[in-house]
């Protein structure tokens, strides 16, 4: 399985132990996926073409020897495929993967809900934990993050923002088109700090472009 995945590419420190993660939200539960959170229910979220759209893969329900694969290739340092779990319930509703370069201190988030019926507000609210378990948990100085280059209204928003463009790559589509083309952008762990110190408008802005972003690629 491909979820979208930058080049982060940067090896794995010999003196990181793999580590699991967990962390909680009012709603929400994220954390580390096992083997045993394969499920029937859950390699059906790649069937739904509303789904797989979003990150730009073809509409196909994973096998559970392919799901099991997908999680097993994160080896919790440089890759973390976290579950999304409704608090109230303990259903599985989506994942986040997180790819990390140690050697440039940055982070890349991808984020799939798979749950009808959860698609607003699981991504921010979770997004918000994410990023501070990796800007301030971990260390590390740099997130990125990747847009649809025709989700066009939120290019000014970025810099606004603080986000900084950093380049522009294309990658073949799944929706008729040959190539999508995907924008990508950086944010600073100061510039982030800054944003949560300054005004909430700002801070919700950040937060809704992240969600905005990751909801289209």
Known sequence: MSVSRAAITGQSPSHLEPRSIRLETEHYVVRTLELSDVTERACAWFADPSKTATINLPARALSAEEFADYIASH???????????????????????????????????????????????????????????????MGLETMRCAVL??????????????????????????????????????????????????????????DALIHNALAGI
Not at 154 to 181: C, I, M
């Open 75 to 137: 080896d919790r340092v440089t890759g973390h495929a976290l579950g999304i779990f409704d608090k109230a319930t303990g259903l599985h509703i989506g994942l986040w993967a997180v790819y990390v370069d140690w050697d440039q201190s940055e982070f890349l988030i991808n984020v799939l809900v798979g749950e009808r019926g959860y698609e607003h507000g699981v991504r921010r609210e979770t997004q918000r934990k994410i990023t501070d378990q990796f800007f301030e948990g």
């Open 149 to 206: 280059a025709r989700n066009e209204r939120l290019d000014g928003r970025f810099s606004q923002a603080g986000w900084v463009p950093e380049h522009t790559t294309y990658k073949p589509s799944v929706n008729g088109e040959a190539f999508e083309e995907v924008r990508h952008y950086s944010l600073t762990r100061e510039r982030w700090r800054a944003n949560y110190r300054a005004s909430r408008e700002l801070r919700d802005l950040s």
